[in-house]
């Protein structure tokens, strides 16, 4: 079993930053890909930013040059720093990752956190 802890959360106001954590723990082999997606109230689940195992990173169009995506593998974890923040950044912010488990080496199974709210005042 594999669990995604999030934490970094809160309230800010605009143009203020915030930095998400989020650990994996449980039987873990490896870890491909993680990310950060978001959901805002009446909105479809978006991808925010995303990293390799080997640090190469993707992130969309409307957080470039304000987010930054980060991990340190040796401790299972990625970050999310965010600057510049704005009212519309306001979600649940997911962090998932592409795990291979001890159990099922030949399988990989994505894992998602519990999600922890972001909330940007104007």
């Known amino acids: 079993q594999v669990q995604l802890v999030e934490s970094g959360g809160g309230l800010v106001q605009a143009g203020g930053s915030l930095r998400l954590s989020c650990a994996a723990s449980?039987?873990?082999?490896?870890?491909?890909?993680m990310g950060w997606y978001r959901q805002a109230p009446g909105k479809q689940r978006e991808l925010v930013a995303s990293?390799?195992?080997?640090?190469?990173?993707n992130y969309a169009d409307s957080v470039k040059g304000r987010f930054t995506i980060s991990r340190d593998n040796a401790k299972n974890t990625v970050y999310l720093q965010m600057n510049s923040l704005k009212p519309e950044d306001t979600a649940v912010y997911y962090c998932?990752?592409?795990?291979?488990?001890?159990?099922?080496?030949?399988?990989?199974?994505?894992?998602w956190g519990q999600g922890t709210q972001v909330t940007v005042s104007s």
């Open positions: 998932t990752a592409d795990v291979r488990t001890v159990a099922f080496p030949q399988f990989n199974y994505d894992y």
């Open positions: 449980g039987s873990i082999l490896s870890i491909n890909d």
């Open positions: 990293i390799t195992s080997g640090g190469s990173t």
